[in-house]
């Protein structure tokens, strides 16, 4: 197992939260990271849309220790795969299924959260190599949604579950098997403060651990 590989196992293990730093400034990133980081948070994406998200995630590169994933979302192409590796950044989050995008990433061993909302597209991605899947808009899709998709997915594939997800859905999507999942504007938003970034990340980081408490009462 590569050490990439190894360290997404490791922070899924300790947290598995994805925190999105949609709309995010370099000047703040680091701020922001630091939040994150000291609620136990070790999945951190910028995505592609971002202003200036190169440099946002240089720095977190730079800043972060080993044990905290970061890296781009939004990928779209295999140009943009090739400039994040070159960053040595090993988490990769796109939107969608694009075979060309998840074999690039697989290549340049860089950790592959893909995209998807059909079984089509789930199965392709699991067949081109993703890392893990991403169900997205999961919120509008809902638990049931994922409960009947899960079925025909390879059991050993972890699905996160992202878009539209706060505090109060995760007692039912840790219910359904859900591997763990992204969180963008019920954590981060542009403008916020970091002392409320950091009650409603120390507050998300709670939940999740009582919820997995429950499960060895």
């Not at 730079?62 to 400039?83: N, Q, Y």
């Not at 089509?120 to 009947?148: M, Q, S």
């Not at 992204?182 to 916020?192: K, T």
Request: charged share 20%; hydrophobic share 50%.
């Amino acid at each position: 197992m590569s050490v990439n590989m190894q360290a997404f196992e490791q922070a899924m293990e300790a947290c598995p939260l994805v925190a999105i730093l949609r709309g995010v400034q370099p000047d703040e990133v680091i701020g922001v990271a630091e939040t994150l980081m000291e609620c136990g948070i070790r999945l951190i994406e910028v995505p592609l849309n971002s202003p200036e998200p190169w440099e946002s995630i240089a720095r977190l590169k730079a800043h972060c220790p080993p044990e905290v994933l970061v890296g781009a979302g939004t990928v779209l192409t295999s140009e943009e795969v090739r400039r994040l590796a070159g960053l040595e950044t090993p988490l990769l989050v796109t939107p969608n299924s694009d075979p060309a995008v998840i074999r690039e990433a697989r290549g340049a061993g860089l950790v592959a959260l893909i995209g998807c909302m059909t079984p089509t597209e789930a199965l392709a991605a699991a067949r081109a190599g993703a890392t893990a899947l991403k169900l997205f808009p999961a919120g509008r899709l809902g638990v049931d949604y994922f409960r009947d998709m899960r079925a025909v997915l390879p059991p050993e594939l972890p699905v996160l579950a992202v878009g539209g997800i706060d505090i109060d859905d995760l007692a039912a999507w840790h219910a359904a098997g859900i591997a763990g999942v992204g969180l963008g504007s019920s954590l981060y938003a542009p403008g916020r403060s970091l002392p409320e970034i950091e009650a409603r990340a120390l507050a998300l980081v709670a939940e999740w651990r009582r919820l997995q408490s429950m499960e060895l009462i």
